[in-house]
């Protein structure tokens, strides 16, 4: 704790440009957190690994060989579905 002695010769026990110093650094460590978060979730997107889960989810299933085997051949038959552009 930062003790300041004002004008009137009264300590002061902390200015506010210190508060918001802490509270600036909790900020920073929040955006970081929340970027870190976002970079994770977007890789798990990106290698099935949400899809996978929701499949467990919705088909209410634990996660095996079995039920991975399944989600594959769900997932090669909507993508062969799917049409093509060109």
Do not use: N, W
Not at 15 to 31: N, P, Y
Not at 32 to 60: C, H, M, N, P, W
Request: hydrophobic content about 40%.
């Amino acid at each position: 704790m930062k003790t300041i002695v004002c004008g009137a010769d009264t300590l002061v026990r902390e200015t506010l440009e210190a508060r918001a110093g802490r509270a600036s650094a909790g900020a920073i460590f929040a955006v970081i957190i929340g970027s870190f978060k976002v970079i994770v979730a977007t890789l798990r997107e990106i290698f099935d690994e949400s899809a996978y889960q929701r499949f467990l989810d919705r088909s209410r299933l634990e996660s095996s060989p079995h039920a991975y085997a399944i989600f594959q051949q769900e997932t090669e038959q909507a993508k062969s579905q799917r049409p093509r552009c060109c």
